[in-house]
Nanobody, 118 residues
Framework: QVDLVESGGGLVQPGGSLRLSCKAS????????MGWYRQAPGKQRELVAA???????NYADSVKGRFTISKDNAKNTVYLQMNGLKPEDTAVYYC????????????WGPGTQVTVSS
């Protein structure tokens, strides 16, 4: 059973914004070591943003200055605020452990689709 539920995706025009949410449940996940990943059609899944153990944040170069990761410990939820969206941000967005996400697809949630198009 995967205890991750991503939400908040949708269709947005270039330059628009979306806020993704990832609710983690169960003892397998610490939101203090969680990341957002994305997979575009025909491409490998890649890291977008993450909370690293120790409290630092990491961002892919392609999203620096546009995306912000945040969390609510009381709600065990991680967020991804995405501003200035570009067509190349189109992908399915997932959350999972960081820096060692699972290789087994059974341990990934359904993700949430983000489509940036005019």
């Amino acid at each position: 059973q995967v205890d991750l539920v991503e939400s908040g995706g949708g269709l947005v025009q270039p330059g628009g914004s979306l806020r993704l949410s990832c609710k983690a449940s169960g003892s397998s996940f610490s939101i203090n070591a969680m990341g957002w990943y994305r997979q575009a059609p025909g491409k490998q899944r890649e890291l977008v943003a993450a909370f690293a153990p120790g409290g630092s944040t990491n961002y892919a170069d392609s999203v620096k200055g546009r995306f912000t990761i945040s969390k609510d410990n009381a709600k065990n939820t991680v967020y991804l605020q995405m501003n200035g969206l570009k067509p190349e941000d189109t992908a399915v967005y997932y959350c999972n452990k960081y820096p060692y996400p699972p290789n087994n697809e059974n341990y990934w949630g359904p993700g949430t689709q983000v489509t940036v198009s005019s």
